[in-house]
């Protein structure tokens, strides 16, 4: 992995007036390490119009978005207008999805996307910051967070700005290239056939990387004892159809006595299957926990 400074934001050189500048924090086109365009927007929490000059303490919510996602997907919304009950929300597609630059690389260099979302948030003002993964955002929210932390005396490790105060990961997979169910068989045809890649292109909005891993990264379950002492939340529906139980289990068992583990009832898999109740319990579980 790129080992440069954190993702930054692409930024004009004109100097507009105040009440122009803060609308155009909305949406912003962010720029990656690496050089990729990543689509994002920014919701200020409930009872706040606009980014104020001084959002010293207030929370905000990085949203990591699952496979063929984007940030305009009407689930996407669904989860940013519930936890921005909560705290203020970033929103952002990932590489190769919607308006955002770039291949998808099913959740290797995405870590890269993330970071840029997590240090705009910062930059904006927030001194706490939270993130929330669905699925594939799943997976990356947990190496993000083993790659950039902060440690117990507030050293800065990993890319300066990028790192997050509290970890949500929902509907993740533990290890790679697991393809025991069908939904898993059927997902990896689409990224490693051409014709899957052509059809997620046209038909699922999203553009997948040709080239295999190389290096194969960090897995889930690998990144989870490196976030300690970040405190780290696992969610997982027992009728989820992508990732079996022992998935969440591992993820849990790999991080010991500061990791947390729901697994809900009667709920499938990642965005769609999370309702309303669960992800407002998982906003109040970010606002408690991140300092």
């Known amino acids: 992995m790129n080992q440069g400074p954190a993702g930054h934001v692409t930024r004009s050189f004109n100097r507009p007036l105040p009440e122009t500048a803060r609308r155009a924090q909305r949406r912003r086109f962010l720029r990656t390490v690496d050089g990729v365009t990543i689509d994002a ?8 119009s606009v980014p104020s000059s001084d959002l010293s303490g207030e929370l905000a919510i990085v949203i990591a978005h ?8 009407p689930h996407v919304r669904r989860v940013a207008g519930i936890l921005a009950e909560h705290a ?19 959740g290797d260099r995405e870590v890269l996307d993330l970071a840029a979302a997590v240090a705009w948030a910062r ?3 927030h001194t706490r910051v939270a993130t929330v993964g669905f699925s594939m955002g799943g997976s990356v ?6 790659m950039h932390r902060r440690g117990p005396a507030r050293e800065q490790v990993g890319r300066t700005g990028a ?3 509290a970890v949500v990961s929902v509907s993740a997979p533990a290890r790679w290239y697991y393809r025991g169910t069908k939904p898993m068989r059927r997902l990896h045809w689409v990224v490693t056939r051409p014709l899957g890649r052509t059809i997620s292109r046209y038909g699922l909005r999203t553009r997948i990387h040709h080239r295999d891993w190389d290096p194969v990264p960090l897995s889930p379950v690998e990144a989870v004892p490196l976030i300690a002492p970040t405190p780290l939340l696992i969610v997982h529906g027992e009728l989820d159809g992508y990732f ?8 849990a068992e790999a991080g010991e006595d500061h990791a947390e583990l729901w697994l809900e009832a009667g709920m499938g898999h990642a965005e769609h299957a999370a309702d309303d109740a669960l992800l407002g319990r998982i906003g109040e579980w970010a606002a408690s926990v991140s300092g």
Request: proline share 5%.
């Open 41 to 48: 927007m920014y919701e200020p929490g409930k009872g706040t």
């Open 66 to 73: 699952g496979f063929t996602g984007d940030l305009d997907r």
């Open 88 to 106: 203020a929300v970033v929103t952002f597609s990932f590489r190769g999805h919607g308006a955002s630059g770039g291949l998808s690389t099913v």
């Open 123 to 125: 930059e904006l003002g």
């Open 141 to 146: 929210v947990l190496r993000h967070a083993a």
């Open 163 to 165: 790192y997050t105060d």
């Open 244 to 251: 079996p139980l022992d998935h969440p289990r591992m993820l």
